[in-house]
């Protein structure tokens, strides 16, 4: 049981360019969330799912975009990489009491 | 809005030293609290958690408990290990609307042998 499991673990991208990360759960969850965590701020909401087919915006969604797949699959877009986006993404899915549980996250570099 | 503040870090102990991380929150409602431990390279995991007030987490050792008179949930240890050396997270959720968590700064933990 694998719980959350994100892909790449690393990522390097020239300003400018195209990537998407990818996150999928096997707990069977309605809801997902993708967050950021930057040195001093904690981690912040970027855009969540609660079900199938749903995306609603977070505290920081500029410069991104989602797509919920189908209930295992939710990924984050970064249609043009700038060096702002420089961080570690964790994709995220609440239990029964609202924990949330965590991939193992993406570090991404944007040059 | 929701808000959490943690103690800056890095709080650096001996081992067997006594821990205390402070955390204080704002919100609306009845939040669930929760502490969040990361360890190098991984990503976060539930270290304990406490749903309404006068309640005490624990687990491994740590302990929090829910004031709400001082809005406060303070991450405690009686004798801190070298393998405590982490992040921790203080986090609230109100379970209204998305029901994300909202997360402090973080306090980097540093035990020496």
Redesign the interface.
Known sequence: NAG?TQTPKFQVLKTGQSMTLQCAQDMNHN?M?WYRQDP??????IY?S?SEGTT?K?EVPNGYNVSRLNKREFSLRLESAAPSQTSVY?C?T?GQ?????????TRLTVV | GNSVTQMEGPVTLSEEAFLTINCTYTATGYPSLFWYVQYPGEGLQLLLKATKADDKGSNKGFEATYRKETTSFHLEKGSVQVSDSAVYFCALSDYTGRRALTFGSGTRLQVQP
């Open positions: 959350v809801s969330y001093g701020m904690g981690l912040r909401l969540y609660a609603d977070g964790f995220a609440p009491n609202t924990e949330a549980f965590f991939g193992q996250g």
